[in-house]
């Protein structure tokens, strides 16, 4: 258990940040989508 | 429960509105069935992203991924499941490049299996492609109408009418020009409710570390990476992804809709970037489902409504159930689309002497048809799962040497179709959804969900491989252009020009 200990707080650290992560890269996605359509109807 | 009038107010309120967006964008710019069909060089890279993005995340990103999840793996198969859906997008980079090159005014995946490869591998791709779109579209209504009846009791027959209606009104009306538009409007809205509906329903189960915590204590496999069964799903729901989305007429499309090479690589590569997180997310809610011993492997399928049912506030559910809406419509009108605009295009091929109008009219006429087997089957709440499968088995089995005639002059039709074949006989003979139909054939391996779809993958690009190596048909890549047929004749009575005289 000494062992497993720090092993389970690095995946949970790891897990929060695939959760986090993702949607913080859903939410940059949709800032290029928006970008990119400012962009097009600039031109 | 979520009220059944609240949630029958919301779908038709948001049907209603997407509609009316359809049809006024579309409005005046359809005058030709090439603008039904094709709309080529029309898109920037951010409206590219949205749409493939939009015509790619079905409603079933709420189902599969939480299934996969909370019974076929956890975290791996769910890791598989995410870069396995982006992995055609990113394959779309090289080859679309290559269909714009070799094929600038082509229309369909059928017309350059036709002049590639002739008659016999045209039909097989034309069987395989449509078949796959239809049980994709079916499977987004059975999927919806589940999913609605579950959180709120909606009859299916209600939703599907709702939904399959007000997408074929203005699908059938505007085309590709109106399904792409929507698409766009629709990921301006799918995205930013995915991020809320997601990140909220991570806050009322407890935050992260808390879900971790609970996976961890339930079944510990649902979070270890490293998990073989998991491992093994994910690999093998990769191949099939991978090859039907190849042969996903709504994606060639597109890919004639960018308006450069330049553009195709962004876009394409941005979606392919957002589909990982999405699928994921969603994912991780079959194992939120099974870490709160929510799922039994029969409820597997809708681990994500039975969270949302268990925890979340009334305004968390409508968000999710609106963005369930948005995805179904979303990819229902490119399929809609997409499989009208293959028949159009073929119709327009092997009967010359068809005039536009009746290839337009023909095209609105297949949009209806297939819509209305859509909603039937989708109102009935059939599962579609198996049939599903069988289609990503054929797709697997061809896609290799139907792409690789793309890149290759020394692929014969033959060398194709014998590569398809030899895939296509290895994965039926490890799948295990088709045995019970081949068990009396003597000396069949064991059953294997991953065998059948490495084995059609693997053996079928082997023998392109050596069919390359051997052969030499000398096939002219320059001329397949020339034997498309142009659709850019205005239609005699049909579409208006933005003055609003009959063309």
Do not use: C, K
């Amino acid at each position: 258990m000494i062992v497993l200990a720090p092993m389970a707080a690095i995946s949970s650290a790891l897990f929060t940040a695939l959760i986090w992560g993702s949607i913080g890269l859903v939410i940059l996605g949709l800032g290029y989508v928006v970008w990119g359509l400012l962009d097009a109807y600039r031109r | 429960m979520v009220s059944t009038n609240i949630v029958l107010a919301l779908t038709a309120v948001t049907v209603v509105m997407f509609m009316l967006v359809g049809v006024l964008a579309s409005r005046g710019r359809v005058r030709t069935v090439e603008d039904f069909i094709a709309a080529r060089d029309s898109l920037g890279s951010g409206a590219l992203s949205a749409t493939v993005l939009a015509s790619m995340m079905g409603a079933w990103i709420l189902f599969s991924p939480a299934e996969a999840g909370a019974a076929f793996g956890g975290l791996p198969a769910i890791l598989g499941y995410a870069i396995g859906s982006a992995i055609p997008l990113v394959l779309f980079v090289p080859v679309g490049r290559q269909i714009r090159s070799v094929m600038a005014q082509g229309h369909s995946l059928t017309e350059f299996a036709y002049a590639r490869f002739g008659s016999t591998m045209y039909a097989f791709i034309l069987v395989i492609s449509v078949f796959y779109m239809f049980i994709f579209l079916a499977a987004e209504m059975t999927g919806i109408t589940g999913a609605l009846a579950l959180v709120a009791g909606v009859p299916r027959w209600q939703t599907a009418l709702l939904i399959g209606g007000f997408v074929l009104v203005y699908t059938a009306y505007g085309g590709l020009i109106a399904s792409m538009f929507t698409d766009t409007v629709q990921t301006l809205v799918i995205l930013p409710f995915l991020a809320i509906g997601f990140a909220g329903l991570v806050i009322v189960l407890g935050g992260a570390g808390e879900l971790h915590a609970a996976a961890l204590a339930t079944d510990p496999t649902l979070v270890d990476p490293t998990f073989r069964p998991g491992l093994e799903f994910g690999v093998y729901v990769a191949i099939a992804i991978l090859g039907a989305n190849m042969l996903n007429q709504g994606l060639w499309q597109r890919v004639y809709a960018a308006d450069g090479d330049r553009t195709l690589t962004r876009g394409f590569t941005v979606a392919a970037v957002l589909v990982v997180p999405m699928v994921l997310l969603a994912g991780l809610f079959g194992v939120a489902a099974a870490a709160f011993d929510l799922t039994s492997d029969a409820s597997a399928s809708i681990a994500l409504f039975l969270v949302l049912e268990e925890v979340a506030p009334t305004w968390l559910t409508l968000v999710v159930v609106i963005l369930a809406i948005l995805l179904v419509m979303s990819s229902a009108d490119t399929m809609l689309n997409a499989i009208a605009s293959v028949a159009t295009a073929d119709l327009a091929r092997l009967a010359p002497a068809t005039s536009q109008r009746t290839l337009w009219m023909s095209g609105r006429g297949l949009t209806i048809a297939v819509a209305v087997g859509a909603i039937a089957i989708g109102a009935q709440g059939y599962s579609v799962l198996e049939l599903f499968l069988t289609a990503d088995l054929l797709a697997a089995a061809v896609f290799v040497p139907f792409l690789a005639g793309l890149f290759t002059r020394r692929l014969s039709g033959g060398g194709a179709i014998v590569a398809s074949l030899a895939g296509l006989i290895t994965g039926v003979a490890y799948f295990p959804t088709l045995r019970p139909w081949i068990e009396v054939v003597p000396g069949l391996p064991p059953a294997s969900f991953l065998l059948a779809f490495v084995g059609a993958a693997v053996v079928s690009s082997m023998v392109t491989a050596v069919a390359t190596a051997l052969g030499d048909a000398g096939a002219n890549l320059d001329t397949l252009d020339a034997q498309v047929r142009a659709l850019d004749e205005p239609i005699p009575g049909g579409g208006r020009t933005t003055e609003g005289i009959e063309r």
